[in-house]
């Protein structure tokens, strides 16, 4: 992209070709649609999924022309599962909110002309790509995909074809593709920090960066610290199945009649190396929504953040934190009841930079002027699911209440609600407000609208009487239990949950409708349609090959300044100079 | 921007961007300093972003290791373990010798490069290239004898992490070996020779302290 002109200087050319221009592109915004397509890709292919596994629950007898067998298997419903949510946490959650909009926006917001290492930018999205193409193999191949969940727990996941269909290839290229992710998101996650550590314009100081930047950051910190681990669990795990190792394995398992020649392994071990990945992954998923939120709230409510030093302090506490938790996902595991109480207060410790999060961003809109476009009613969506999922994780914090609710679908309710869709609407809230810039059409209104309310909706009536189901002792996991006495009685929720679920996916498809048909007869947006304050709204929609045009800005204000008292102007651009910004008093 | 270069160029000076907007040469130090990155050598990257970059690469690769050392424990430690304890092949103590000097002729190499003593920092820098080498043989070497006595990855837990160590760390040394000899053959568009080299150094002086502190633990906590 940049070639060394004779005069010394950088001159950013755009390639010729297609390939160089739209495949192999080391462009960060060719690289950020790129991922952002991936994951649409992925989300289509895990919603799918949870249908089938919504229809099973209910109609478990069901013909299904495409099942091999005609009826559904356990073994076929745990599939799903494990592939449902290994695709919506690694190429959903993690892939479009980081991957997609933070690859795109971090390097224009801080003022910068590409990401550090462009090239390796690019090697990290053909990487995931790869990893992709291989967890979805996985349903091809002998056998077709793995039963250990997402969690790939050992020692289920360590043996091979003899623990169950899928246990053979297909587990091993959940682990592979894992592996892979693990190595892209690292490179990525490198080249993120580097870029917002050393490419910031000038006048951009930390404490200048837009909210949405510090959740990236901190979110490449913490994939950093924390895929490292989980490839280096996936190697051991992979060595036990195939190099005969006992990492993972005990002694004297016998499995289907057949003693397993492994000795003196630690399942648990396999436990803390993945939740110590684990938890800090929901962070990441979650993290860059936050930002999103704190900044569409502050646009569409034309305020400044409330508390944007403690906003960004907030997500690194967060960050922080969420390194030293991973124990609550395994309080049934027999550890020490002191590691349970550490783990237990640290968990709800967590609880205080949220709540200052929600107090604020309460505080941003709290008399603000505030308009419901789009992007703005999905943030909102954001911060209700983000509450509304928080509050239930203080009572499984709880190591005495998390052992009568760890295997129901009160956790499943839990996390759906506080990382899986309020994550997802924070990746709507950023598709409806950067759809302008990226593509340089304004997406439909009344569609965007229609497709929040419904999903909105949709998503409170799945997982709100999934909490009950849990309390009432609904078993997760399970293919079917409506022959049991104590779970057949939640049947009529099942089916309400089943109902809402399909109508729920089915408003999606307006969404895809109106990304792409507002690609050709959207509005036209201009450089700034929302009258935002930060840089990428200083350049054109779609920005230039270099960003800027050649015209680097330098940054003289803060993210969010709107409606700064005396300025005829409801909103100062971060560019502004002080005299150019005392012409609009 | 295709196309247009002379007219940006002098707009970007005229706003005052870009520090002082005439080229630097290629053998400028390290960072630059301020925010005058947009004219660094021509990438428009700033040389001190590779070494961050570097610092922070390194930070991952050492939670990948810390990760394998507290399986390392963990597992040692389990009841019924089924963990032999079996003899370091004595020639690592030879290897951790020649990996430990390398990073003295590094050093040197780096010393002569920033005294402009071309022909001093190819001799240590192909030095230091040989030694590594020389490690790494030496450790396939360790990794025969142990073969020979029937030692194997899949043995048990012991010499699984010995070998899982070694290799991990080995295919690390490899990639630095490739480094120092891509900044020995090839010109480097991007970085200076000395940022290169500087970069280098800082993951070669790494994975050396690493060996070190991985060898200590096989020797000790076996």
Request: hydrophobic residues 50%; contains cysteine.
């Given at each position: 992209m940049s070639s060394h002109a004779h005069t010394g200087h950088a001159v950013v050319v755009e390639p010729s070709g297609f390939i160089r221009k739209y495949i192999f592109s080391i462009d960060h915004k060719v690289i950020g649609i790129q991922y952002f397509l991936l994951a649409l890709t992925a989300v289509c292919v895990g919603i799918v999924l949870s249908l089938l596994m919504r229809f099973h629950l209910v109609y478990p007898g069901a013909h299904l022309p495409f099942v091999s067998g005609g009826i559904m298997t356990p073994e076929q419903y745990m599939a799903l599962v494990t592939m449902h949510g290994t695709i919506m946490v690694f190429f959903v959650l993690t892939t479009a909110p980081q991957g997609g909009f933070g690859n795109y926006f971090l390097p224009i917001q801080i003022g910068a002309p590409d990401m550090a290492f462009p090239r390796l930018n690019m090697l990290s999205f053909w990487v995931t790509f790869l990893a992709f193409v291989a967890i979805i193999a996985a349903f091809i191949v002998p056998g077709g995909a793995p039963i250990s969940g997402w969690t790939g727990y050992t020692p289920l996941s360590g043996m091979g074809e003899v623990t169950g269909p899928g246990e053979g290839m297909g587990q091993?290229?959940?682990?592979?593709?894992?592996?892979?992710?693990?190595?892209?998101?690292?490179?990525?996650?490198?080249?993120?920090?580097?870029?917002?550590?050393d490419l910031r314009a000038p006048g951009m100081t930390l404490f200048r960066m837009p909210l949405t930047v510090w959740g990236w950051f901190v979110t490449a910190i913490l994939g950093l610290l924390a895929f490292g681990v989980l490839l280096a669990g996936g190697i051991l795990l992979l060595l036990d199945r195939s190099a005969?190792?006992?990492?993972?394995?005990?002694?004297?398992?016998?499995?289907?009649?057949?003693?397993?020649?492994?000795?003196?392994?630690?399942p648990l071990l396999w436990q803390h190396l993945f939740w110590f990945f684990g938890h800090p992954e929901v962070y990441i998923a979650i993290l860059p929504g936050m930002g999103v939120a704190s900044h569409v709230l502050s646009t569409f409510a034309r305020k400044p953040v409330y508390g944007y030093r403690a906003m960004a302090m907030a997500i690194c506490a967060i960050g922080f934190l969420g390194f030293m938790v991973w124990g609550h996902h395994m309080f049934l595991s027999g550890m020490s009841p002191y590691s349970g109480f550490a783990f237990s207060v640290l968990t709800m410790s967590i609880?205080?930079?949220?709540?200052?999060?929600?107090?604020?961003?309460?505080?941003?809109?709290?008399?603000?002027?505030?308009?419901?476009?789009?992007?703005?009613?999905?943030?909102?969506?954001?911060?209700?699911?983000?509450?509304?999922?928080?509050?239930?994780?203080?009572?499984?914090?709880?190591?005495?209440?998390?052992?009568?609710?760890?295997?129901?679908?009160?956790?499943?309710?839990?996390?759906?609600?506080?990382?899986?869709?309020?994550?997802?609407?924070?990746?709507?809230?950023?598709?409806?407000?950067?759809?302008?810039?990226?593509?340089?059409?304004?997406?439909?209104?009344?569609?965007?609208?229609?497709?929040?309310?419904?999903?909105?909706?949709?998503?409170?009536?799945?997982?709100?009487?999934?909490?009950?189901?849990?309390?009432?002792?609904?078993?997760?996991?399970?293919?079917?239990?409506?022959?049991?006495?104590?779970?057949?009685?939640?049947?009529?929720?099942?089916?309400?949950?089943?109902?809402?679920?399909?109508?729920?996916?089915?408003?999606?498809?307006?969404?895809?409708?109106?990304?792409?048909?507002?690609?050709?007869?959207?509005?036209?947006?201009?450089?700034?349609?929302?009258?935002?304050?930060?840089?990428?709204?200083?350049?054109?929609?779609?920005?230039?090959?270099?960003?800027?045009?050649?015209?680097?800005?330098?940054?003289?204000?803060?993210?969010?300044?709107?409606?700064?008292?005396?300025?005829?102007?409801?909103?100062?651009?971060?560019?502004?100079?002080p005299e150019q910004a005392a012409l609009l008093k | 921007m295709p196309g247009s270069t002379v007219a940006d160029e002098i707009e970007l000076i005229g706003t005052g961007r870009g520090g002082g907007g005439a080229s630097s040469g290629d053998d400028g130090n390290a960072g630059g300093g301020g925010d005058d990155?947009?004219?660094?050598?021509?990438?428009?990257?700033?040389?001190?972003?590779?070494?961050?970059?570097?610092?922070?690469?390194?930070?991952?690769?050492?939670?990948?290791?810390?990760?394998?050392?507290?399986?390392?424990i963990v597992r040692k430690d389990m009841p019924n373990s089924a963990w032999v304890p079996f003899n370091i092949p004595r020639i690592l103590w030879l290897n951790t010798a020649i990996l430990i000097a390398s990073s003295f002729t590094l050093a040197r190499s780096r010393s002569r490069l920033l005294a402009s003593d071309d022909a001093g920092f190819r001799h240590w820098w192909g030095v230091t290239t040989i030694l590594g080498i020389?490690?790494?043989?030496?450790?396939?070497?360790?990794?025969?004898?142990?073969?020979a006595a029937g030692v194997f990855l899949a043995t048990n837990p012991a010499s699984s992490f010995f070998y899982v160590f070694t290799a991990a760390h080995g295919l690390h040394l490899l990639g630095g070996v490739l480094a120092l000899l891509y900044v020995a053959f090839r010109p480097t568009h991007k970085l200076t020779k000395s940022t290169a080299t500087e970069v280098v150094s800082m993951y070669w002086h790494f994975m050396d302290g690493l060996w070190v502190f991985l060898f200590l633990l096989l020797l000790l906590g076996r």
């Open positions: 091993t290229l959940w682990i592979v593709s894992i592996s892979l992710f693990c190595l892209a998101s690292l490179l990525g996650a490198l080249n993120f920090i580097a870029t917002t550590i005969g190792t006992s990492f993972f394995l005990p002694a004297g398992l016998v499995v289907n009649d057949q003693l397993q020649p492994h000795s003196g392994g630690s609880g205080v930079p949220s709540a200052i999060k929600t107090f604020n961003w309460i505080g941003t809109l709290w008399g603000g002027k505030i308009q419901f476009k789009s992007p703005m009613l999905f943030a909102l969506g954001f911060v209700s699911l983000f509450v509304s999922g928080g509050l239930s994780g203080l009572f499984l914090a709880q190591p005495a209440v998390d052992n009568m609710l760890h295997a129901t679908y009160y956790v499943v309710a839990h996390f759906h609600l506080v990382m899986g869709v309020a994550a997802i609407f924070g990746i709507f809230a950023a598709t409806y407000f950067w759809y302008p810039k990226m593509f340089g059409r304004m997406m439909s209104e009344p569609l965007g609208k229609l497709h929040f309310w419904i999903t909105f909706a949709g998503t409170y009536c799945i997982f709100m009487p999934m909490h009950f189901v849990g309390l009432a002792g609904g078993i997760r996991r399970y293919a079917d239990a409506t022959g049991t006495t104590y779970a057949g009685v939640l049947q009529p929720v099942h089916v309400f949950m089943t109902y809402a679920a399909f109508i729920t996916a089915a408003v999606q498809l307006v969404f895809l409708f109106n990304f792409f048909w507002s690609l050709k007869h959207g509005a036209v947006a201009g450089k700034n349609p929302w009258n935002a304050t930060t840089l990428e709204w200083i350049t054109d929609s779609p920005p230039p090959i270099d960003n800027f045009g050649g015209h680097y800005p330098s940054v003289y204000r803060g993210p969010y300044e709107f409606s700064v008292p005396g300025y005829r102007q409801d909103f100062i651009p971060q560019d502004l100079t | 990155w947009k004219d660094s050598s021509g990438s428009g990257v700033p040389q001190r972003a590779y070494v961050t970059g570097m610092t922070i690469a390194l930070g991952g690769v050492l939670m990948f290791f810390m990760a394998l050392v507290s399986a390392y020389f490690f790494l043989i030496g450790q396939v070497i360790a990794w025969r004898q142990l073969a």
